[in-house]
Nanobody
Framework: QVQLVESGGGLVQAGGSLRLSCTASGSSFRRNAVGWYRQAPGKQRELVAIVFSSGVSSGRTNYADSVKGRFTISRDNAKNTVFLQMNSLKPEDTAVYYC??????????????WGQGTQVTVSS
């Protein structure tokens, strides 16, 4: 099984920056993608950013329209870590942010893993 450890959340004023980290451990299977999701109170969980890690799409990224130009997802493959750099934060970015990793095994079965979440609060 895979364990995802998240860090970097906290309280920041509008216009400030935070960097979230997600480190994966516990699996030698192929990691296909790592993404950041968020869930605000009373709202559904949404995809914020994702980076693809295998195949022809490796290195490609997708972002939610609401964060394009402000957030950047990046990888340190040697450390099995994915970062989310969040700049120009807005109060509407306030949410619990979750790391998600997608793996496939030797039989090409797919698996999803989630971190426990880290709180990001942006004050006015």
């Amino acid at each position: 099984q895979v364990q995802l450890v998240e860090s970097g959340g906290g309280l920041v004023q509008a216009g400030g920056s935070l960097r979230l980290s997600c480190t994966a451990s516990g699996s030698s299977f192929r990691r296909n993608a790592v993404g950041w999701y968020r869930q605000a109170p009373g709202k559904q969980r949404e995809l914020v950013a994702i980076v693809f890690s295998s195949g022809v799409s490796s290195g490609r990224t997708n972002y939610a329209d609401s964060v394009k130009g402000r957030f950047t997802i990046s990888r340190d493959n040697a450390k099995n870590t994915v970062f989310l750099q969040m700049n120009s934060l807005k109060p509407e970015d306030t949410a619990v942010y979750y790391c998600n990793a997608k793996y496939s095994d030797y039989a090409n079965r797919n698996y999803d893993y989630w971190g426990q979440g880290t709180q990001v609060t942006v004050s006015s």
